[in-house]
């Protein structure tokens, strides 16, 4: 395979910039193409071509062991260097970024600058009561006070970092906007991802991929030592002062959803193969505490072809969605469990997302969804109806009462009551046909404010934390739409500080 200096790094946005190295570091360059795994990872994703460690760099022993190169892990990973730290992050899929790629809709977060920038008004009382409305009640209510109260501090630290996240749009269960995208309005995934890797290539992190942590040990009444297979090798045995996990979740696991939701059989997923439940697997074989493991988040938007989510933000930025017979079924902006079970109850079990050009040129995301194929577009309402094969006179009257109603600000028909600041009466028209698909997985381990990782007792496991998706509680029955971003970056975040002081305070 071929070697180059640790400095190269290619970024989605189509520049370069450079990433510090030692001079005599190489990396392994994996590119997006390199395997059916990974264009599998990359079909949805824009993701860049990525570089990493070699293989023959690896070490015996590193302060703090980090499994899994998303989000959470590579937030960790940030935080324990920049505590003084040496942490490695192990990553079984032939590039970094995880489900986090997939990411579309944005970040939530509260009373953040950009927020008072924009002269919006929240508050973290608002986005708590808010997230636990949507999770029915049941949410961990101490992760979710952490969580919120940490939102802003989240959003200033990618910035301080270069990930600027200053667009604002609205997501369903939320009364304010504020799910944070990059500035152009694109999908979050592949920004934030580069962000990230950018960062951890600055700080000399090391990253190997096609390694997959098989197995995690206690030693001596700490969790210190994980056994690693690199693809083609024997498996070896990496010892470190903590261990993170950052795994993320089942979503694309057969067996788990066949275990714990066998009525979701045979549901498309969004889920990046990877999201097999490795870490729970392993964290409930030492004793972890696993809680909600039933809680599987079904997307009413997906794309049934490929298994692509089409983001929230399409709707928040005004998309309606209507049924076969051209006529609108339900508030669009609902909690996603809602507005699923809404599609699901149709008999074709399918619908249209319907918007027109103004809502196109704000959610950039469907550049993407566009170049992809999912996008059917008409010069008029007619148009579209003829080609998507919709009554012309329904979908006609469909959009004339929406536009009524958000010149009056009020929703007669469903009682919608966000993102209804424009109309849909710019040409062109536009269609993606969607379906619900299973999108996210609100179980996990156990774990406490400080991410450590519970027993069935709830007292921590010494030496190991957890963060992201491989946890559970934090969302109760439902996730709102642009949570999930806020807790990888919230709480993988928190897990390289209490990691860092764990092995410093030894």
């Given amino acids: 395979m071929k070697k180059i200096v640790k400095s190269l790094f290619v970024f989605t946005s189509v520049f370069i910039m450079g990433a510090c190295g030692t001079g005599t570091e190489t990396n392994e360059k994996t590119t997006a193409t390199?395997?059916?795994?990974?264009?599998?990872?990359?079909?949805?994703?824009?993701?860049?071509?990525?570089?990493?460690?070699?293989?023959?760099?690896?070490?015996?022993?590193?302060?703090?062991?980090?499994?899994?190169?998303?989000?959470?892990?590579?937030?960790?990973?940030?935080?324990?260097?920049?505590?003084?730290?040496?942490?490695?992050?192990?990553?079984?899929?032939?590039?970094?970024?995880?489900?986090?790629?997939?990411?579309?809709?944005?970040?939530?977060?509260?009373?953040?600058?950009?927020?008072?920038?924009?002269?919006?008004?929240?508050?973290?009382?608002?986005?708590?009561?808010?997230?636990?409305?949507?999770?029915?009640?049941?949410?961990?209510?101490?992760?979710?006070?952490?969580?919120?109260?940490?939102?802003?501090?989240?959003?200033?630290w990618l910035d301080q970092n270069g990930i600027t996240l200053d667009n604002l749009t609205i997501t369903g269960g939320m009364s304010e906007k504020r799910t944070h995208r990059p500035s152009d309005g694109s999908a979050i995934g592949g920004y934030l991802v580069d962000g990230l890797l950018k960062n951890v290539h600055e700080r000399n992190i090391p990253v190997f991929i096609n390694t997959e942590v098989t197995d995690i040990k206690e030693n001596d009444g700490k969790v210190n030592e994980v056994t690693i297979k690199v693809q083609g090798e024997e498996p070896k045995a990496i010892t470190?002062?903590?261990?993170?996990?950052?795994?993320?979740?089942?979503?694309?696991?057969?067996?788990?959803?066949?275990k714990y939701?066998?009525?979701?059989?045979?549901?498309?997923?969004?889920?990046?193969?990877?999201?097999?439940?490795?870490?729970?697997?392993?964290?409930?074989?030492?004793?972890?505490?696993?809680?909600?493991?039933?809680?599987?988040?079904?997307?009413?938007?997906?794309?049934?072809?490929?298994?692509?989510?089409?983001?929230?933000?399409?709707?928040?930025?005004?998309?309606?969605?209507?049924?076969?017979?051209?006529?609108?079924?339900?508030?669009?902006?609902?909690?996603?469990?809602?507005?699923?079970?809404?599609?699901?109850?149709?008999?074709?079990?399918?619908?249209?997302?319907?918007?027109?050009?103004?809502?196109?040129?704000?959610?950039?995301?469907?550049?993407?969804?566009?170049?992809k194929g999912y996008v059917v577009s008409g010069e008029s309402v007619a148009e579209l109806a003829e080609k998507v094969a919709l009554p012309q006179e329904a979908l006609t009257q469909t959009l004339e009462t929406w536009n009524q109603a958000v010149v009056s600000q009020k929703d007669e028909q469903f009682q919608r009551t966000t993102a209804m600041e424009n109309d849909l009466s710019k040409a062109k028209y536009y269609a993606i046909k969607i379906a619900p698909g299973i999108h996210y997985t609100m179980g996990g381990v156990k774990v406490n404010t400080k991410t450590e990782v519970l027993n069935k007792e709830n007292q921590a496991i010494t030496g190991l934390y957890a963060a992201g998706e491989v946890t559970g509680g934090l969302h109760g029955d439902n996730r709102i739409g642009g949570n999930s971003v806020a807790e990888i970056i919230i709480f993988g975040r928190q897990a390289g500080q209490q990691a860092a002081k764990f092995v410093s305070e030894s």
């Fill in 34 to 156: 390199s395997t059916k795994s990974s264009e599998k990872t990359e079909v949805s994703s824009g993701a860049s071509e990525q570089t990493y460690t070699n293989p023959a760099e690896m070490k015996d022993s590193y302060d703090i062991i980090i499994v899994g190169a998303g989000g959470a892990g590579m937030s960790a990973a940030i935080e324990a260097k920049d505590a003084g730290l040496n942490p490695v992050i192990f990553e079984k899929m032939p590039v970094a970024g995880g489900n986090t790629l997939k990411s579309s809709s944005g970040m939530n977060a509260s009373e953040t600058k950009f927020q008072k920038e924009d002269g919006i008004k929240d508050s973290n009382d608002a986005f708590y009561e808010e997230t636990l409305k949507g999770g029915g009640g049941t949410n961990d209510q101490e992760l979710l006070r952490y969580f919120v109260d940490h939102s802003a501090e989240a959003i200033d």
């Fill in 240 to 258: 470190g002062k903590a261990i993170i996990v950052t795994s993320g979740g089942y979503g694309a696991s057969e067996s788990f959803i066949k």
């Fill in 261 to 371: 939701r066998p009525d979701l059989e045979g549901y498309v997923t969004t889920n990046q193969s990877g999201s097999t439940g490795d870490g729970i697997t392993m964290i409930e074989k030492l004793g972890g505490q696993i809680v909600d493991m039933d809680k599987i988040q079904i997307h009413p938007t997906v794309q049934q072809d490929e298994g692509v989510l089409i983001g929230e933000a399409v709707r928040g930025e005004g998309a309606i969605l209507v049924n076969q017979e051209g006529k609108r079924f339900v508030n669009e902006l609902d909690t996603r469990d809602k507005v699923s079970a809404a599609i699901t109850a149709l008999p074709e079990k399918s619908a249209y997302l319907i918007f027109d050009q103004g809502v196109r040129d704000r959610a950039k995301a469907i550049d993407f969804y566009e170049q």
